[in-house]
């Protein structure tokens, strides 16, 4: 069943909400099934190929993150030391501080608000996560952020 990724989770998703170490590759969000579900993620929807991903990216005092923030996507699993790189990384945010969260949302600027995966999708079973990460030098706000996956390139599903 497609359903939104978003930071404030679902009755089938958890997510955290974390705030970023300046000028490192550092989590913002994490997402992780709830017991006995899996989530998939789709590289390719709407005919083209990447994860649309929107957001709105605030620090404190409710400016956008600076343009040259980066962003990437991450999986995690208990067996890793560490996190794996698991899609391109965006180099700057324009797209998301430019277009407004519905304007993101739009076919005719869908486009810019790709990012890519390394792979022809990602599945993340319930003792696993799939994680935001940003390298910014300016903490993110999450009462004035927000960030979320387009639906279409979401599956939640029971476990096999």
């Known amino acids: 069943m497609s359903e939104s990724l978003t930071n404030l989770g679902s009755a089938k998703v958890d997510a955290t909400e974390e705030t970023n170490i300046p000028d490192t590759d550092s989590t913002i969000l994490t997402w992780s099934p709830v017991d006995g579900l899996v989530i998939e993620i789709d590289n390719h929807v709407y ?11 605030k620090d404190a005092d409710g400016n956008d993150l600076p ?21 391109e990384r965006l180099s700057n945010i324009r797209q998301y501080r430019t277009l407004s969260l519905k304007e993101q949302q739009n076919e005719e600027y869908r486009e810019q608000t790709r990012t890519e995966l390394k792979s022809d999708g990602l599945i993340v079973l319930d003792f696993e996560e799939v994680q935001v990460a940003i390298n910014s030098s300016t903490q993110i706000d999450w009462d004035n952020s927000r960030l979320e996956i387009d639906r279409k390139a979401v599956t939640v599903r029971a476990e096999d």
């Open 47 to 57: 005919g083209g190929s990447g994860v649309p991903i929107y957001a709105e990216l």
């Open 67 to 87: 343009r040259d923030t980066e962003v990437i996507l991450r999986w995690d699993t208990p067996s890793r030391d560490q996190p794996m790189i698991v899609s």
